[in-house]
């Protein structure tokens, strides 16, 4: 339990150092917030290609099944053959929603500081409410610490994805997660139907 304690105090007081480098209290504030919400996009980023890269061979697996399945269903789809269309674009279906819901896994991965974060800012800020200029119906006269934070999280993550491809850890992160995805077969589309070759190829929906 010692360690615990000791643990949270060293980590409140470095938080709270950058709250307190602003004059004014209230640019601290959101100043302070802009950090901690930066502190928690990196360490996001860093969970999500850790698990990314753990997972992805299965990820390839899924992914290269679906676009496999969904090019044999638009082939078999120009070629009129019902039964072939209705097979693959079944387990395109299929794959797809595999490869959906642990993309979503994934980046629902990359938001387990925020918790924390708004953990700790309960323990600084939790009595403190900010009046707003005007009456929000649903809201109030007022908000609290989490109507603040959230707003800096996205913020700071939308302006992170900008960067992040000409930051030296990161940049290499995006490269690998892109040769990734490109390396596979390529999704067709209806247009490319219209080359003959495409159509000749005989459908199979054997995995």
Not at 6 to 26: C, E, M, N
Not at 65 to 80: D, E, G, P, V, W
């Amino acid at each position: 339990m010692n360690i615990f304690h000791t643990l949270f105090t060293r980590l409140d007081s470095f938080l709270i150092f950058f709250y307190r480098q602003a004059d004014i209290p209230i640019i601290g504030y959101f100043s302070g917030n802009l950090f901690l919400a930066l502190i928690c996009v990196i360490m996001g980023q860093i969970t999500f290609y850790i698990v990314w890269n753990w997972n992805q061979r299965w990820l390839n697996q899924d992914s290269g099944q679906m676009i496999r399945m969904h090019n044999l269903s638009l082939r078999a789809l120009a070629a009129k053959d019902k039964k072939a269309y209705t097979a693959c674009n079944r387990q395109a279906n299929d794959a797809f929603g595999k490869y959906f819901f642990a993309q979503m896994a994934m980046s629902m991965s990359s938001l387990w500081p925020v918790p924390f974060a708004l953990g700790w800012l309960g323990t600084r800020f939790g009595s403190i409410d900010f009046l707003l200029p005007v009456h929000v119906p649903l809201v109030g006269d007022s908000v609290g610490y989490s109507f603040t934070f959230i707003p800096a999280y996205i913020l700071v993550y939308i302006l992170f994805g900008k960067i992040r491809p000409r930051l030296p850890f990161f940049g290499k992160m995006v490269t690998k997660m892109k040769n990734t995805v490109e390396s596979g077969e390529q999704m067709l589309g209806f247009d490319d139907l219209m080359d003959p070759e495409a159509r000749a190829v005989p459908v199979s929906c054997e995995k």
